[in-house]
């Protein structure tokens, strides 16, 4: 079943480095679950699940768990995971507007 999110509303409204973590909380939340259940259920640490949803993902083991950590939450959440990532890409892993690209 796909999910019914606003996914340009949500690219739109969210700050730089928020609207993944943004968009994962409320669905968590309208589900009715916290993030102690989340942590349970897919075994990710509550203090990751909190840096991914406060857009902090250098607070993360390294940049190789990111996609994983995404794809697995987002699934919790009975997100598209793929489509989260491609917005995670997007709108997240952008280099910020007039940073220098090596």
């Known amino acids: ?32 679950l916290d ?15 909190e840096a991914i949803e406060n857009g902090r993902y250098d ?5 190789a768990y990111i996609p994983a950590f995404l794809r697995t939450y987002a699934k919790r959440v009975n997100l598209d995971a793929e489509r989260v990532l491609e917005v995670y890409r997007a709108i997240e892993a952008a280099p910020p507007v007039g940073a220098a690209v090596n």
């Open 35 to 49: 993030l102690t259940q989340v942590e349970k259920s897919i075994r990710i640490r509550r203090a990751h699940l």
């Open 59 to 63: 607070e993360l083991p390294g940049a």
């Open 1 to 32: 079943m796909p999910d019914q999110v606003d996914w340009r509303a949500i690219e739109r409204e969210a700050g730089p480095g928020q609207a993944v973590g943004r968009l994962l909380r409320d669905q968590r939340e309208a589900r009715g």
